[in-house]
């Protein structure tokens, strides 16, 4: 099925280690986000690449890095995981139709910080 | 910070009844989406209002969009119990690069 896939489900760190989320969309979107979601909250964006080779910084980037690999492909680093990044995080992506069609978001990632 | 506030928090009604949950923003928009959620999974796509539009359909989903008062409503008819999700409001806060910016969302219940 056409979609967003994010890996892993699930994730359990100790504070200081180090990991990658992953990303692939299949739509040919050219839009590809990273938000986190906290209980009881709304999501909140940490950065975004309009574009394949461009990346910006959303509301709540600090401690997060991100590479638009290609077109497909969109990844979230925590360089030193902490426990206030325990959290869920989506990715999502848009085309052209999005701002009619709205974007598609993966069934996320489970980030536990210990 | 949030931009959308959802109101109610939590809504708990029975089957075939109304579901009606509101959004306020505080900003201009290019448009508002509604977007659900079940428990544990990613967010799905409801419906778009653009902010020159004040009402639009989608089957059993009604969207309304007063921009004088920088709020939407969500009215979802002849409820179910598979409607039983989070309901979040998004804007763009006039950007066009796609970002959205979500409220706290609406836990709505239908109980058979």
């Keep these: ?114 | 910070s949030q931009q959308g506030e959802e109101d109610p928090q939590a809504l708990s009604i029975q089957e075939g009844e109304n579901a009606t949950m509101n959004c306020s923003y505080k900003t201009s928009i290019n448009n508002l989406q509604w977007y659900r959620q079940n428990s544990g999974r990613g967010l799905v796509h409801l419906i778009l209002i653009r902010s020159n539009e004040r009402e639009k359909h989608s089957g059993r989903l009604r969207v309304t969009l007063d921009t004088s008062k920088k709020s939407s409503s969500l009215l979802i008819t002849a409820s179910r119990a598979a409607d039983t999700a989070s309901y979040f409001c998004a804007t763009d806060r006039g950007s066009t690069l796609g970002r959205l910016y979500f409220g706290r969302g609406t836990q709505l219940t239908v109980w058979p």
């Excluded at chain 1, 992953?22 to 950065?47: E, K, V």
């Design chain 1, 1 to 114: 099925n056409a979609g967003v896939t994010q890996t892993p489900k699930f994730q359990v760190l100790k504070t200081g280690q180090s990991m990658t989320l992953q990303c692939a969309q299949d739509m040919n979107h050219n839009s590809m986000y990273w938000y986190r979601q906290d209980p009881g909250m709304g999501l909140r964006l940490i950065y975004y690449s309009a574009s394949e080779g461009t990346t910006d910084k959303g509301e709540v980037p600090n401690g997060y890095n991100v590479s638009r690999l290609n077109k497909r492909e969109f990844s979230l680093r925590l360089e030193s995981a902490a426990p206030s990044q325990t959290s869920v995080y989506f990715c999502a992506s848009g085309g052209d139709l999005s701002p009619i069609y709205g974007y598609t978001f993966g069934s996320g990632t489970r980030l536990t910080v210990v």
